[in-house]
C-alpha cells in the first residue's frame, strides 16, 4: 500500500504493482513541506504527524487492512529510508 500524498516520480500505475493507494494517510502538504525530508526536524514531524493521524478517521481503515490481511507493506517514494512517512505510520500504529 503506497502511504504518500503524491504519486512517486517515474513510476508509472501500471508498472508499479500498488494493491492501494492511501493517499489520505500520507502526512499533509503542509507537513511534508515543514519536514522537507530533514533529519533535524524528524522528531518534530512525528508529533505533527502523528496529530494529523488522530484527528483523521483513514488510520482506522489501515487498522482494519492490518487485522484482514497477514501482511501489509508501507510503501513510500523518499529516498531516506530512516526519515519518512512511512517510518513514522509504522511506529504511530506500533507494528513491525
Not at 59 to 64: A, H, I, K, S, Y
Amino acid at each position: 500500500m503506497l502511504v504518500d500524498r503524491i504519486w512517486p516520480r517515474g513510476v508509472s500505475k501500471e508498472e508499479a504493482a500498488i494493491d492501494l493507494w492511501l493517499k489520505e494517510i500520507g502526512p499533509s502538504t503542509a507537513l511534508r513541506k515543514w519536514f522537507g525530508h530533514d533529519p533535524a526536524k524528524w522528531g518534530g514531524f512525528r508529533s505533527r504527524y502523528a496529530e494529523e493521524l488522530e484527528a483523521g478517521e483513514v488510520v482506522e481503515t489501515l487498522r482494519q487492512l492490518g487485522r484482514e490481511h497477514d501482511v501489509v507493506t508501507l510503501l513510500y517514494s523518499a529516498r531516506d529510508e530512516e526519515h519518512n512517512q512511512a517510518v513514522a505510520l509504522r511506529d504511530y500504529l506500533g507494528i513491525q
